[in-house]
């Protein structure tokens, strides 16, 4: 132990729903709808043949979601418009 308290957090994810499939994407998060799933998350006794169990993806339709820009691929790019929903502009 050297001491030091180290705080992070990790974003878990699990193949994609069908709907999000395809939108073009093939990851999503893993997402508790309930509190009995996040009670078994915290629970370091579980087997980690249920804890696996648990990383599946949401059903169809149960998030929404919308194109962003690329601009959020590069990392030196901070800015609040990222999140926005882009429109890509017709070719002519």
């Known amino acids: 132990e050297t001491g030091y308290e180290y705080f992070s957090f990790a974003i878990i994810t699990s193949e994609a729903s069908n709907d999000l499939k395809s939108a073009g994407f093939g990851r999503m998060p893993v997402i508790f709808t309930d509190e009995h799933q996040i009670h078994e998350w915290l629970n370091e006794e ?47």
């Open 46 to 92: 579980l087997p980690l043949h249920n804890v696996l169990k648990m990383l599946k993806p949401l059903p169809e339709n149960s998030i929404n979601y919308y194109p962003i820009s690329n601009e959020v691929e590069e990392s030196s790019n901070n800015y609040s418009e990222l999140h926005k929903e882009f429109f890509e502009e017709a070719e002519e």
